[in-house]
């Protein structure tokens, strides 16, 4: 069983930066794709990036330029450095690991999910 753990969420002023970590423990050789994820109150999950076993990545339109998505095998650590956050960044963040080989933003594709750590940022 595959277990993610997110951290790193905070309040922060627009502008600022904050890297969310998420560590991937269990049976980890069968998750080729981990992707972070974010809901607002009142609104849908919406993907935000995600990564391969290749490294290949995909941003959401909204966090291109901003948003950099990484991840340390040798720690089991899946990332996500935020920075010139803005207000609408605003929601409790996910991530989640797929059984794919190719990065894909569609929560569909996604079967083991975090329990979240939220994200605030303030004008």
């Known amino acids: 069983q595959v277990e993610l753990v997110e951290s790193g969420g905070g309040s922060v002023q627009a502008g600022g930066s904050l890297r969310l970590s998420c560590v991937v423990s269990?049976?980890?050789?069968?998750?080729?794709?981990l992707g972070w994820f974010r809901q607002a109150p009142g609104d849908e999950r919406e993907g935000v990036a995600a990564?391969?076993?290749?490294?290949?990545?995909t941003y959401a339109d909204s966090v291109k330029g901003r948003f950099i998505i990484s991840q340390d095998n040798a720690k089991n650590t899946l990332y996500l450095q935020m920075n010139s956050l803005k207000p609408e960044d605003t929601a409790m963040y996910y991530c989640a690991a797929a059984p794919l080989y190719r990065a894909t933003r569609s929560q569909d594709a996604y079967q083991i999910w975090g329990q979240g750590t939220q994200v605030t940022v303030s004008s």
């Open positions: 269990g049976n980890t050789y069968t998750w080729y794709s």
């Open positions: 990564i391969d076993d290749y490294d290949s990545t």
